[in-house]
């Protein structure tokens, strides 16, 4: 799988791009620090993209025209508890330095039309950490949400989950 726009490449890392990631990492620690580990670490790039491998979710890499990675999305296309019929985005973390450009908007609207090719998918969900306001209002303005209340999760993190339907037109048409 490989999403290209005019301006990003999103591609799935192989073992040469774990430097890389390791960098968006490092860019994100004010993310990571509204969770258990809050430093960036080799072995942390490592487990978080075994773990989706294992599970069956894709980890990309978002990269530049000119090849550099700026940002990591981690998807699930469908089979989300146990439901051919739903996705799971996971993650989506854009380095410091290309934030606030509306990167972040483009690479989720790419990522719906991606997940969307397949027509039975009817809903895509994700899921935020409750102590992120800006998270929240990144995904509520993206059509997301909520659903349910506040769920402790075993790394103590407190998530909520975000649930975005795709019904009539933009469900046929895959537009976004």
Known sequence: MRIRSN????RPVT???Y???LEVYRQCEDFLSLGPEPKASVAMVRKDISIARREGRRFCGVFTAEGTMIGVVEFLPSGFEGKPQLAFLSLLMIAAPYRNQGLGASVLDFVEREIRKDSEITAIFSAVQANNPKAFQFWQGKGYRLVGEP??????TTTVLLRKEFTGKARQTGTV
């Open 7 to 10: 301006t990003f490449d999103i």
């Open 15 to 17: 073992a040469e791009d």
């Open 19 to 21: 430097v890389a990631v």
């Open 151 to 156: 769920q402790l999760q075993p790394d103590k």
